[in-house]
């Protein structure tokens, strides 16, 4: 994984980054999972699969990362890694294919409840 846990006074901060755009969006989705879970190891018991698009970089990496809140927040689920994904680069924007695989979120204890993905500095 590359990515790295920046300062911050309230939240959670984080810079990722990867040789492909596959690799940033991967190592994002990383740091993003450490942050919910911390070091528990979670079950790759269930499969899931979404696809996001946004019509600039950072809004398809925010719309990517709460699909994660997503999941965890409406279906009860952890995702243990990323089983697929596939990033297109599109005139700015993009779209994402993504295929995770976890477990129930109620078979864990953890205690970093993300609330939501937020835009600052975001670049």
């Known amino acids: 994984m590359s990515y790295e846990f920046l300062e911050h006074t309230a ?9 492909s755009w596959d690799e940033m969006f991967r190592n994002a989705a990383g740091a993003l ?4 879970r911390g070091d528990i190891k979670i079950l790759e018991l269930e ?7 946004g019509r600039d970089l950072e809004i398809l990496l925010h719309n990517f990362l709460e699909e ?49 993905i937020t835009f600052n500095e975001m670049v």
């Open 11 to 19: 939240d959670v901060k984080f810079k990722a980054d990867g040789a």
């Open 33 to 36: 999972n450490e942050t919910i």
């Open 47 to 53: 499969e899931k699969s979404f696809e996001v698009e």
């Open 68 to 116: 994660f809140v997503f999941l965890l927040d409406a279906n009860d689920f952890l995702v243990s890694k990323i089983k697929f994904i596939r990033v297109e680069i599109i005139d700015g924007g993009g779209k994402i294919s993504c295929s995770v695989v976890g477990d129930k979120a109620q078979n864990y204890k953890f205690t970093n409840d993300v609330k939501a």
